[in-house]
């Protein structure tokens, strides 16, 4: 990336405490003493103290550290939803030395194949609810370990049964699976007198592998080490420090804990801190969502524009006591005007909206919650600094629109096994091209003014046209397609695809159908339109920007109701 001495960079103010750590579990460790009887996680009624994660974890890593092939760098699969077994797993992994690679519970086979093998994956906890899909794939890779766990495992008898057989036997959610070398979760956590011997990590060690697109292309791990990781639970600790008491808290996690943004902020930040998470299992259950707020007194409250606004449409929300509401934080997706000002009327409560990526684990910029401009993604965290840049990477004054660029401890080490992906993203210097434009104001703060590649962001997840495009020409009745992202009310932005068929009989509701079949649920194009020829530049690349300037405003073929 090209340098100047006239570049305009806009930095934080800076990071300090970073060198007295040099693991994620140094802080895990310390946190845990400190506030050993203070709640750590709450979900479905049942709580678990710092003292009851550090014993639980201690005796997951401990029967990790009994299988000879298992060692320090090993990569572990976390497939599960928010629940109380994903800290205790992450903390014990963490412990053993293992490198933790968060899965999507509702990934399709091809997307879990794909995962475990591109990281090396050789064990694994995951629900019970999605062990038939690992059964399909787990011959075609690494995987020789594998920790099955149903939902209601850490809870007390006899509540613990009626959970399980409820989800089991009632609801029906458990489809039947063969997986023989499988053990249950509670057996790893049963002990034997054996302590675990905490992995000596070193800072510069990689702690998660956690999966992104990226700027462009097909999924990739994003490096995180033990120093990134560190460094934004502190970064997140300057910022609300003066607002937040140490383990007084009581944090809403309603995002899934495999997300970057719910990973860093509920599961470290909030450790870090003595603060009480009460995590949800199951957001899209609004009625159950709002029944457990009204029994939960909390002060701060995690979400994204999605879930504010669908929230704020329901009476027994609105009835609800904001009394204790210090803090509301917004990521994952462009906050609106229109839902910032409804929840501030609902709530008494401004949000705080900030951005970050995967690759910054996530946070890099944020509003400052004294100060916040609606419509900006604010000014860099401690530690961070922050420029625009031309296409030849030559920094841009204020108030010129180029790519952002980003600097700091949090950036990630690189791309797993990519070289040529890390080398097209992060500088020598240790600049990230992030891929969206922005703009710098006069007054610092970042706006972001356009995305330059051609990701499209459904209710806070990168999805990618690329994947799209080649699981649909997959199919036998499609000779081209092109994915491009549209305004939705509900989502932000939806999936519209754009189909050339080979044969009249190609029906697009069936088209969707069948990418239900082999896309997670939210990649799933919401509109297929029908088109003769795509259009395409004179070297014959599809112009997705075009299709999408077409379609913004105008949605297309309906969805099915």
């Given at each position: 990336?090209?340098?100047?001495?006239?570049?305009?960079?806009?930095?934080?103010?800076?990071?300090?405490g970073?060198?007295?750590?040099?693991?994620?579990?140094?802080?895990?460790?310390?946190?845990?003493?400190?506030?050993?009887?203070?709640?750590?996680?709450?979900?479905?009624?049942?709580?678990?103290?710092?003292?009851?994660?550090?014993?639980?974890?201690?005796?997951?890593?401990?029967?990790?550290?009994?299988?000879?092939?298992?060692?320090?760098?090993?990569?572990?699969?976390?497939?599960?939803?928010?629940?109380?077994?994903?800290?205790?797993?992450?903390?014990?992994?963490?412990?053993?030395?293992?490198?933790?690679?968060?899965?999507?519970?509702?990934?399709?086979?091809?997307?879990?194949?794909?995962?475990?093998?591109?990281?090396?994956?050789?064990?694994?906890?995951?629900?019970?609810?999605?062990?038939?899909?690992?059964?399909?794939?787990?011959?075609?890779?690494?995987?020789?370990?594998?920790?099955?766990?149903?939902?209601?495992?850490?809870?007390?008898?006899?509540?613990?049964?009626?959970?399980?057989?409820?989800?089991?036997?009632?609801?029906?959610?458990?489809?039947?699976?063969?997986?023989?070398?499988a053990?249950?979760?509670?057996?790893?956590?049963?002990g034997?007198?054996?302590?675990?011997?905490?992995?000596?990590?070193?800072d510069?060690?990689?702690?998660?592998?956690?999966?992104?697109?990226?700027?462009?292309?097909?999924?990739?791990?994003?490096m995180?080490?033990?120093?990134?990781?560190?460094?934004?639970m502190l970064?997140?600790?300057?910022?609300?420090?003066?607002?937040?008491?140490?383990?007084?808290?009581?944090?809403?996690?309603?995002?899934?804990?495999?997300?970057?943004?719910?990973?860093?902020?509920?599961?470290?930040y909030?450790?870090?801190?003595?603060?009480?998470n009460?995590?949800?299992?199951?957001?899209?259950?609004?009625?159950?969502?709002?029944?457990?707020?009204?029994?939960?007194?909390?002060?701060?409250?995690?979400?994204?524009?999605?879930?504010?606004?669908?929230?704020?449409?329901?009476?027994?929300?609105?009835?609800?006591?904001?009394?204790?509401?210090?803090?509301?934080?917004?990521?994952?997706?462009?906050?609106t005007?229109?839902?910032?000002?409804?929840w501030?009327?609902?709530t008494?409560?401004?949000?705080?909206?900030g951005?970050?990526?995967?690759?910054?684990?996530?946070?890099?910029l944020?509003?400052?919650?004294?100060?916040?401009?609606?419509?900006?993604?604010?000014?860099?965290?401690?530690?961070?600094?922050?420029?625009?840049v031309?296409?030849?990477?030559?920094?841009?004054?204020?108030?010129?629109?180029?790519?952002?660029?980003?600097?700091?401890?949090?950036?990630?080490?690189?791309?797993?096994?990519?070289?040529?992906d890390?080398?097209?993203?992060?500088?020598?210097?240790?600049?990230?091209?992030t891929?969206?434009?922005?703009?710098?104001?006069?007054?610092?703060?970042?706006?972001?003014?356009?995305?330059?590649?051609?990701?499209?962001?459904?209710?806070?997840?990168?999805?990618?046209?690329?994947?799209?495009?080649?699981?649909?020409?997959?199919?036998?009745?499609?000779?081209?397609?092109?994915?491009?992202?549209?305004?939705?009310?509900?989502?932000?932005?939806?999936?519209?695809?754009?189909?050339?068929?080979?044969?009249?009989?190609?029906?697009?509701?069936?088209?969707?159908?069948?990418?239900?079949?082999?896309?997670?649920?939210?990649?799933?194009?919401?509109?297929?339109?029908?088109?003769?020829?795509?259009?395409?530049?004179?070297?014959?690349?599809?112009?997705?920007?075009?299709?999408?300037?077409?379609?913004?405003?105008?949605?297309?073929?309906?969805?099915?109701?």
């Amino acid at each position: 990336m090209a340098d100047s001495a006239n570049a305009h960079v806009e930095s934080g103010v800076p990071l300090t405490g970073l060198e007295a750590f040099h693991s994620v579990n140094d802080i895990i460790a310390d946190a845990c003493r400190r506030y050993a009887d203070k709640p750590a996680f709450s979900c479905m009624g049942k709580t678990l103290s710092y003292a009851d994660i550090d014993r639980l974890a201690d005796r997951f890593a401990a029967w990790l550290q009994s299988h000879d092939d298992l060692a320090p760098g090993d990569r572990i699969a976390i497939q599960l939803p928010n629940v109380l077994q994903f800290p205790v797993a992450v903390f014990g992994a963490l412990r053993a030395g293992l490198v933790i690679v968060n899965t999507n519970p509702l990934y399709t086979e091809r997307e879990m194949r794909h995962q475990f093998r591109d990281a090396g994956v050789k064990a694994i906890v995951v629900l019970a609810n999605m062990a038939h899909k690992l059964e399909n794939v787990i011959a075609q890779t690494d995987i020789r370990h594998v920790v099955v766990t149903e939902m209601g495992d850490l809870h007390d008898w006899p509540k613990r049964a009626l959970i399980n057989v409820v989800v089991r036997r009632v609801k029906k959610m458990v489809p039947a699976y063969s997986l023989p070398q499988a053990v249950g979760f509670r057996r790893t956590l049963a002990g034997g007198g054996r302590a675990a011997k905490v992995a000596a990590g070193q800072d510069e060690e990689i702690a998660v592998l956690q999966y992104t697109g990226g700027t462009t292309g097909v999924a990739k791990g994003a490096m995180l080490t033990h120093r990134n990781l560190i460094a934004n639970m502190l970064q997140t600790q300057e910022l609300l420090g003066d607002t937040l008491e140490n383990g007084r808290e009581t944090i809403i996690a309603p995002l899934p804990c495999y997300h970057i943004y719910t990973f860093t902020v509920n599961c470290l930040y909030a450790m870090t801190t003595g603060q009480h998470n009460i995590l949800i299992p199951n957001p899209r259950d609004i009625a159950g969502f709002v029944k457990t707020l009204s029994k939960t007194p909390f002060t701060v409250f995690v979400g994204l524009n999605t879930l504010f606004n669908a929230l704020c449409q329901r009476d027994d929300f609105k009835a609800l006591d904001f009394s204790r509401l210090k803090f509301t934080i917004s990521g994952g997706m462009a906050l609106t005007q229109a839902t910032a000002k409804r929840w501030q009327e609902v709530t008494g409560n401004g949000i705080v909206e900030g951005y970050g990526l995967t690759e910054t684990s996530p946070i890099a910029l944020v509003n400052p919650p004294d100060a916040a401009q609606i419509g900006t993604i604010g000014r860099p965290v401690a530690g961070t600094s922050v420029r625009v840049v031309d296409d030849e990477g030559r920094a841009l004054p204020p108030g010129e629109s180029g790519e952002l660029c980003i600097k700091g401890p949090q950036v990630m080490k690189g791309y797993w096994n990519r070289p040529e992906d890390t080398a097209k993203t992060l500088s020598d210097d240790g600049w990230l091209r992030t891929g969206d434009m922005a703009v710098v104001q006069e007054d610092g703060y970042v706006k972001i003014v356009d995305r330059k590649k051609d990701m499209i962001l459904v209710s806070g997840f990168n999805v990618y046209p690329n994947e799209i495009e080649e699981v649909v020409v997959g199919h036998p009745d499609v000779l081209e397609a092109a994915a491009v992202g549209v305004p939705d009310e509900e989502t932000g932005e939806a999936v519209k695809l754009f189909v050339v068929a080979r044969n009249e009989s190609l029906d697009p509701q069936a088209l969707r159908q069948w990418c239900k079949r082999e896309l997670t649920a939210y990649k799933v194009p919401k509109f297929v339109e029908l088109r003769d020829e795509l259009p395409k530049s004179n070297v014959g690349k599809v112009l997705r920007r075009e299709l999408r300037d077409e379609a913004s405003g105008k949605a297309g073929d309906e969805p099915p109701a």
